[in-house]
């Protein structure tokens, strides 16, 4: 999986422009990026900006996350702020819902090239989904004064009931937002908009720090002083529960839950199932069914890309699982590359010239590795890391 990156600025004459981007920049990518940078707002006068992270979808369709570094670069002879320069790092929603919604990981794994002009590199992204936090690492947190903790707390309750929250400061406050954003669940983080530091709300924010001078657009938002008041809720008390009890599987449980809107979602999905089963349930039976015969294995790789790659705990079941069934093959590895090297040993590929490596995430790897071997259900959608697992081991018990 590739990463784009492009520079927007202005630096010395000839007015905000494009500065450099990668070979895979699209051209169609151009225009919703440029108002990104654009509505971080006009600079409040006396105000800098050293460093920030801005993260929002790169348009309307959500498809793409834009991890913005924002930084002035250096200061001008009468001792003002210098050029204000923008690096995109545009990530694929699935990939970075993969990686723990983490922007703050992302964008310190590639940092930007400043001076680079006309043609940036496009990047490799080789990194791993991350591990879950351990209690130790959020009580070391949550140790600090209690009206800082009490924010803590109450923002993170905030932000997954919805609502929105902003830190009144002259400067950008990283090392705050990022300790925040450690507390809320996986799915809460991919849904939300954030800015360690702005010059103002075009972008709809949802966690957000700014100058004093910008208070008025952020009057829907609770203020730090109102946040360590916020009523206590479900949340909350379970994570503060959790750390305090040193109950890393109730930790875990927690941050990997559904947000609401995902809930929601499910809720009416299975309100339209139960409708439609309803409705074909009062459907007359017509005849017999007409036996049929099962298809023939496809000479060709079936379109993997349409399946959904895996969501961050199954992912990490795979990996696990993995590295289980390889070891027990007597190789080492814990990659769909691995397996795949490991099942040749013992099961004979229908198609040996394929290549796994081509799917672009794990998910669509493991199920291309079941076609390449010839295993029944590869492209069946409903089956989880449990199943697909299973059809491979009964593959092995059927060898001669």
Known sequence: MHLEQAIYGNPGQGGFRWLARSPGFRDEWLEPARDLCTRFGDRPTGVA???????????????????????????????????????????????????????????????PDWQARQVLPSLSCTLSPPLLPTVERLARILDVAPERTAWLLGSAQILVDGGKVWLERPQPEPRLVRELWELLPYSTRAELRLATFCFGNAHQLHLAVAPP????????????????EYPEGHYELALQTAVESGDQAG??????????????????????????????????????????????????????????????????????????????????????????????????????TAD???????????????????????????????ELFERIREALDRRE
Request: with cysteine; hydrophobic share 40%.
């Open 49 to 111: 900006c050293p460093e920030a992270l801005l993260v929002v979808p790169l348009n309307q369709h959500k498809r793409q996350q834009a991890i913005i570094r924002v930084a002035d670069q250096g200061e001008e002879e009468t001792g003002r702020p210098g050029a204000l320069l923008f690096r995109l790092l545009i990530v694929p929603q699935p990939l970075y819902v993969q990686l723990g919604a983490d922007p703050f990981r992302l964008d310190e794994t590639y940092e």
């Open 213 to 228: 001078q910008r208070r008025g657009e952020f009057a829907h938002f609770t203020p730090e002083e109102a946040a360590g």
């Open 251 to 352: 930790l875990e449980a927690l941050l990997l839950r559904r947000s609401r809107r995902q809930t929601w979602h499910m809720g009416l999905l299975l309100l339209l199932v139960m409708v439609v089963v309803a409705f074909l349930s009062r459907l007359p039976t017509i005849g017999s069914p007409t036996p049929t015969e099962p298809p023939a294995v496809q000479a060709t790789m079936p379109n993997f890309e349409t399946i959904p790659a895996f969501d961050i705990p199954s992912a990490l079941e795979a990996k696990r699982r993995t590295a289980e069934l390889v070891r027990e093959l007597g190789d080492t590895g814990d990659t769909p590359a691995d397996l795949d090297r490991a099942l040749a040993k013992h099961l004979k590929p229908r198609y040996p």
């Open 356 to 386: 796994v490596g081509v799917m672009q995430n794990s998910a669509r790897q493991l199920r291309a590795l079941l076609w390449k071997f010839g295993i029944a259900d590869a492209d069946n959608p409903h089956l989880g890391v449990a």
